[in-house]
């Protein structure tokens, strides 16, 4: 005997998908400016000028506020209102793009991305918890699914957006649409979420209060970590001292770590719950997720500069040699959060080796290949990766967040994107730094094509290193998932 299903829970769960695409497109709109801008950072350059230290503040000054904004953002959605804080930080988002589209210098076009940054650390957070909020049981591994593939799509097409954007507005000012197109489509945002996202939403038990202390030192730390990163271009201007930084940050984590739990044995709720650390399901997945994200956003970058700057060729080719990495990242993301719930970690453990193997092979094919015929064999090996790829970010989301409290979602989302923003810096300074100081090292910034492919080979090499790294944090996590059963 079946059951049918009423017109009130049509119209609920319709809503409740609605609901998600609009979580959905916001979170692509903010991940696209992670990787849409690398693709114009030739074309700034020449219209502002600047340098090595200006233009990787542009992508790794985004990357630093949006880790700082995430925590408290996050905090906040959880104990006030998610939808109200989403919309802040939508509406912030446009206003920061503005800001970055009439930039008439450099200095102010930094400023504009940091404050980009931070609106888009006030949205995210809110978007994982809204999903967290919305689905349930094995219909969460399905939306997670669905977000994977969306975020897959966003962070590889991105590179091929802006070089369409560049190409239509030329090479001098086009830079400027890959933040003018921000507007209309938030516009479009705010609309749909003022209609469709939950008014009402669930909050913990008990006193809970905004840890101002603990969300202060955290910032600190988090910031003192990011920052010599962030600073590092492999020019021969970087200054040493800025590795003093990280002394900063042992001392703030060692201050977090002990205020969080005073404020615990007080009876108050602190910024981060260390129980939730305690979930070996959340630990280990924000540790692959960290470990993957410093190296993906570092490859992108490293194409990108090796296409444009080694290769000659334009904005717009060089972008879309990342598109098959993006249509088999979203083919496998939906896939996996199909099968997530079956094969568990598995699944993040194919994705790993096949995301390593896909960008290794690139390494023969830059230091072997013609020069006619490398975008192409790049493009079809990023197609391996890119399957890989989307095995593992909407299966690791879905695994790390399976056991957290809905109530503590947005938080929890925070740490795991601190986590992935951390990784992003770091992976991108030392893949990047590693690519232009051998640039320096062999006197290369307009020399020949040899001297680019070795700066390739060194920076991708590190890139695997990474994943590697991923892959031996998946196989422990999947030894440790299989103990008990043995």
């Not at 700057?309 to 972008?319: C, D, R, S, T």
């Not at 094919?365 to 006619?372: D, K, P, Q």
């Not at 197609?383 to 790390?400: C, D, E, K, W, Y």
Request: aromatic share 10%.
């Amino acid at each position: 005997m079946t059951t049918q299903t009423s017109p009130h829970e049509l119209h609920a769960n319709r809503v409740k998908w609605q609901s998600f695409w609009v979580c959905a497109g916001v979170a692509s709109l903010t991940i696209l400016d992670l990787s849409k801008v690398n693709v114009g950072l030739p074309s700034i350059e020449q219209s502002l000028g600047g340098g090595a230290t200006e233009l990787q503040l542009i992508v790794a000054g985004y990357a630093l506020a949006f880790g700082l904004a995430l925590v408290p953002s996050g905090r906040l959605g959880d104990l006030k209102s998610r939808r109200n804080m989403f919309l802040i930080g939508l509406t912030s988002f446009m206003l920061a793009s503005l800001l970055c589209a009439v930039a008439p210098t450099i200095e102010i076009l930094v400023i504009g991305r940091i404050l980009q940054g931070i609106a888009a650390g006030i949205q995210m957070p809110q978007v994982l918890g809204l999903i967290q909020q919305l689905f349930q049981g094995q219909e969460r591994g399905k939306a997670f699914g669905v977000f994977g593939a969306t975020i897959g799509l966003s962070t590889a097409f991105g590179p091929t957006i802006g070089g369409l954007l560049i190409a239509i507005g030329g090479i001098e000012n086009g830079w400027r649409l890959l933040f003018w197109m921000n507007i209309p489509l938030g516009l479009i945002a705010v609309w749909f979420a003022w209609r469709l996202l939950p008014k009402k939403q669930v909050h913990e038990g008990g006193a809970s209060s905004l840890d101002v202390t603990g969300i202060i030192l955290l910032g600190v730390a988090t910031f003192s970590l990011m920052l010599p990163f962030v600073l590092t271009t492999g020019g021969p201007d970087d200054d040493p001292r800025r590795w003093f930084w990280l002394i900063g940050f042992a001392v703030a984590a060692a201050a977090f770590v002990w205020w969080e739990r005073r404020y615990l044995r007080i009876g108050k709720s602190p910024v981060v719950h260390f129980g939730l650390l305690r979930l070996a399901s959340y630990r280990n997945g924000i540790l692959i997720a960290t470990a993957y994200f410093a190296a993906i956003p570092a490859m992108f970058l490293i194409v990108t500069l090796f296409l444009q700057q080694g290769l000659g060729l334009e904005a717009v080719f060089a972008g879309m040699v990342s598109i098959p990495f993006a249509l088999a990242s979203a083919v496998t993301s939906w896939v996996g959060g199909r099968l997530v719930n079956k094969h568990g970690r598995k699944i993040v453990v194919l994705g790993v080796t096949l995301a390593g193997v896909g960008i290794a092979a690139t390494l023969p094919i830059t230091a072997f290949a013609s020069e006619a015929w490398m975008p192409w064999l790049i493009a079809a090996v990023l197609t391996v990766a890119g399957a890989g790829g989307g095995f593992v970010i909407s299966p690791n989301q879905t695994l790390t967040l399976q056991d957290v409290p809905v109530t503590q979602g947005g938080v929890a989302g925070s740490v795991a994107q601190v986590g992935q923003r951390v990784g992003t810096a770091i992976g991108v300074a030392v893949a990047s730094s590693t690519f232009f100081s051998t640039l320096y090292a062999e006197k290369g910034l307009e020399g020949s094509t040899d001297i680019y492919r070795d700066a390739f080979g060194r920076g991708t090499t590190i890139i695997v290193a990474l994943l590697a790294l991923a892959l031996v944090l998946s196989l422990l996590d999947l030894r440790k998932r299989e103990l008990p059963a043995a």
